[in-house]
């Protein structure tokens, strides 16, 4: 007796020290396979407790997104991580989404509905009753501290944002994948825009206008992709023989096979900003812009961030483009632009997430109950 109250004593700072999840994430996303290992490293990470996933329109609908996340959940064996949808269309509607077949998928994640853990028809009627919107603005009420995660159209969290502006004093970061600084698009031939904040410019507009975020832009991940190809195998984490090694490599065929056909290269996207969002060393180089979206319909821009270069300054000290003020005199308010990233810290999260994956619930809830009972 006295011996075990010993081991307690001396255990228990350190239990709560790595079992008590420090980073808390709210995730919105659209739900196709580059969100999905993006929710794999956050799901599986011992450090990190999300809060919600919350699903927006994207690249396919938000029901459909809600399906492939709770189809991703019972695969990872975690049941009560609340799912909520969404906005089902940008604020100003654009119509039914169209989605890219040849590289997502049917169904957003490769269409393969009969590799395990197969598609289950429950999986589109797992979600909680009550709307993203409302949800984001009452969980970020009760818990402190939430980092707000977008990885798909901004479409909630701007709704979020309008609904109940406080939210911005409330959450601690919003991480963003999405966007340019560069005006490096990945949409269609005559658009300038990234594909997230074209599907819902004004949404994007609201929350640029609105809060300081730190973003991903798709310049980051498209530039630096094939370079950082010489540091990392993107596929590493798809050969791990786990089951959610698996899975991924299952979901994310298609696309990988399409992006070699058409000359590209299958790298990171919105596994940077989960990543980001958990361990904010891995963004290792930034630039600090004044920034705005353009809205002009019919424009080739539109969708496409603005920034305004003339405020920005080279800071020797930092080695970095900054702008010393939080805001032009145009309003635009400075955002963080995540310009480098450490590749080799990612593929080992993605890597540690996958091979954890087969027994992360049973350890997860060893360490839950050791906490219960000290
Ligand atoms: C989305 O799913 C909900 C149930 O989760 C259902 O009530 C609603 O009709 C669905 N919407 C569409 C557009 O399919
Ligand atoms: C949010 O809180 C309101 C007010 O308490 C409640 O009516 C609503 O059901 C909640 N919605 C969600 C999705 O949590
Ligand atoms: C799909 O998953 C199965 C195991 O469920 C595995 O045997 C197969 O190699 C995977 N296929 C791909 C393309 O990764
Ligand atoms: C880049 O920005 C992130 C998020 O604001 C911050 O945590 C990180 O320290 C920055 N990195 C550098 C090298 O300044
Ligand atoms: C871009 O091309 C598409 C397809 O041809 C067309 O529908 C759209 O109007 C064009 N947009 C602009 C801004 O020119």
């Not at 730190?214 to 050969?239: A, H, Q, R």
């Not at 424009?299 to 920034?307: H, I, L, N």
């Not at 300054?313 to 010393?324: G, L, N, Q």
């Not at 032009?328 to 400075?334: E, G, P, Q, R, T």
């Amino acid at each position: 007796m006295f011996k075990t109250s010993i081991q307690l004593f001396l255990v228990f700072p350190f239990i709560c020290s790595v079992s008590r999840p420090t980073v808390k994430l709210i995730i919105d996303t659209d739900g196709v396979y580059d969100d999905i290992r993006g929710l794999t490293i956050a799901l599986t990470n011992q450090n990190v407790e999300v809060i919600a996933i919350t699903t927006v329109h994207g690249g396919v609908t938000a029901n459909q997104s809600a399906a492939n996340v709770a189809r991703l959940l019972r695969a990872i064996g975690k049941h009560n991580v609340p799912v909520f949808i969404g906005a089902q269309d940008s604020l100003v509607p654009k119509g039914p989404i169209q989605v890219w077949e040849e590289l997502f998928g049917s169904d957003g994640i490769g269409g393969v509905p009969d590799v395990e853990p197969k598609t289950l028809p429950s999986d589109f009627n797992s979600a909680q009753v009550g709307n993203a919107v409302d949800a984001i603005i009452n969980l970020t009420k009760s818990t402190k501290d939430i980092i707000l995660v977008g990885l798909g159209p901004l479409t909630n969290i701007a709704m979020a944002i309008r609904k109940d502006p406080d939210i911005s004093k409330r959450v601690k970061q919003v991480v963003i994948m999405g966007g340019n600084y560069l005006g490096v698009g990945n949409t269609q031939f005559n658009s300038t825009a990234e594909f997230n904040f074209l599907m819902d410019p004004e949404a994007a507009h609201i929350v640029l206008s609105s809060l300081h975020t730190t973003m991903i832009p798709w310049d980051t991940c498209f530039l630096k992709g094939p370079e950082y190809n010489e540091e990392v195998d993107y596929e590493e984490s798809l050969n791990q023989k786990t089951k959610l090694s698996y899975f991924l490599s299952n979901i994310t065929a298609r696309g990988r096979q399409y992006n070699k056909a058409s000359g590209q290269i299958y790298a990171f996207v919105d596994d940077i900003a989960v990543s980001v969002a958990i361990d904010p060393r891995i963004a290792v180089r930034n630039m600090t812009l004044c920034s705005s979206v353009e809205l002009k319909k019919e424009a080739v821009a539109r969708g496409q961030v603005t920034v305004d270069w003339l405020t920005t300054k080279y800071d020797i000290v930092d080695r970095a483009f900054k702008t010393s003020s939080n805001k032009n005199d145009a309003n635009w308010l400075s955002q963080t632009f995540v310009t480098e990233y450490n590749v080799k810290r990612v593929n080992e999260m993605l890597i540690r997430a996958v091979k954890l994956s087969d027994q992360s619930t049973s350890s997860k809830l060893q360490d839950n109950i050791i906490f219960i009972a000290v």
